[in-house]
């Protein structure tokens, strides 16, 4: 049954209810194997016919379900889910980049997709090329011939900027390549960029979808764009889902609606307080008035989440004061939890990129990265103004 609310979507898209025991709940299949139907000689000679298993790396019932759920939440037809949003992102990569192959990425992306193409492409032959991240004409620009894939990520970790990503599919199409973008920062509850002309998108399932820092997940989801090749990188590679984490996945998933909603309002409530905060230089979160991609922000945002950064004054040494005087928000890297972190990015998740790009782009060594979970945005509104207080010693 297809539903129309994404909240309906969140509970029950995917289940499968021909499960015998009418479990409310998706049964954890924890089986490496499945026994082959001894009178269907067909899968004795590969694959398992559809609805039917063979070998949880190839599929597994749990994990289809997460699977199922995810497409429909992103208005896909097809989902993959990997044991990490890097294993999502390196199969993506692998699958449709050969030798002589060109990629264009926007510059400022999640420092762990960075270091895969600045480090692991060129090694197999491939070409990459990044192009700046808010500059919608230069970045097609970049797209020359030979350009296979489009790598886009918006809003970006951790400066939030935006990518007007419908422009950029459009000019890839026409220039035969294809775009993919990371939506781990979005979730599908503020964009859907399948509806937006963008071939594949990648998530962070430990991030929003999963909520609740106890699972390392990726997806990868199309529409149209046939995605056969992510599949068999994923066997391949072995990057499978384990149907534990899929079964933790699947659970977040359902509160995911209620979760964006206060992460969004939390969101924007911050950062409108550290905006006015006699300690704070300046803060990076699109829903701000003052961001300068604002009005991108509004047209292809429906939220902008709870992520964001912002310079302390005083530089490291008082950003370091501010980070380590906060008791509410717990000092740790990763995003889309319940509870609030803290982090630097300078040392954490951009910390392979040489110091002088991290300058270049925009992250300075001042520079505090946090994600608001579902708390009382009163409680981390006096724990943000005690800890910058401190700072300023
Ligand atoms: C935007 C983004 N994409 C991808 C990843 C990688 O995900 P994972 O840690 O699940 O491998 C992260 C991790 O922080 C991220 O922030």
Known sequence: MAYKGMSTKAVHSG????IPTGAVNTPIYQSSTFIFPTDDPRTWDGDAPEGTYMYS?????????????????????????????????????????????????????????????????PRMGI??????????????DAIVPGTKVVWLESPSNPLMRLV????????????????VIDNTLASPMNQRPLEMGVDIVTESCTKYLGGHSDLLAGAVVSNAFDISAVHDARTSFGGSLDPFASFLLE????????????????????A???????????????????????????????????????????????????????????????????????????STSHRSLPAQER???????????????????????????????????
């Open 57 to 121: 790396r190839k599929a597994n019932p749990t994990v289809e379900v997460a699977e199922r759920k995810i497409a429909e939440l992103e208005s896909g037809k097809r989902c993959l889910l990997f044991s990490s949003g890097m294993a999502a992102i390196s199969s993506i990569l692998t699958a449709y980049l050969s030798r002589g192959d060109a990629i264009v990425s926007q510059e400022d992306i999640y420092g762990g997709t960075y270091g895969f193409l600045r480090n692991a492409l």
């Open 251 to 270: 659970r977040g998933m359902k509160t995911l609606p209620l979760r964006m909603e206060r992460h969004n309002r939390n969101g924007l409530e911050i």
């Open 164 to 179: 007007d990503y419908p422009e950029v599919a459009k000019a890839a199409h026409e220039r035969g390549a294809i775009t």
């Open 272 to 346: 409108r307080f550290l905006e006015d905060h006699p300690a704070v230089e300046r803060v990076h979160y699109p829903g701000l008035e003052s961001h300068p991609q604002h009005a991108l922000a509004k047209r292809l945002l429906s939220g902008c989440g709870g992520l964001m950064s912002f310079e302390v004054k005083g530089g490291r040494q008082a950003a370091e004061r501010a980070m380590r005087s906060m008791r509410l928000i717990k000092m740790a890297t990763s995003l889309g939890g319940v509870e609030s972190l803290v982090s630097m990015p300078s």
């Open 359 to 393: 300058k270049r782009l925009g992250i300075t060594d001042s520079m505090l990265r946090v994600s608001l979970g579902i708390e009382d945005a009163e409680d981390l509104r006096e724990d943000l103004d005690q800890a910058l207080r401190a700072s300023q010693v």
């Open 15 to 18: 289940e499968r209810p021909e």
């Open 127 to 140: 070409e990459v090329r990044f192009g700046p991240t808010a500059d919608t004409g230069a970045l097609i």
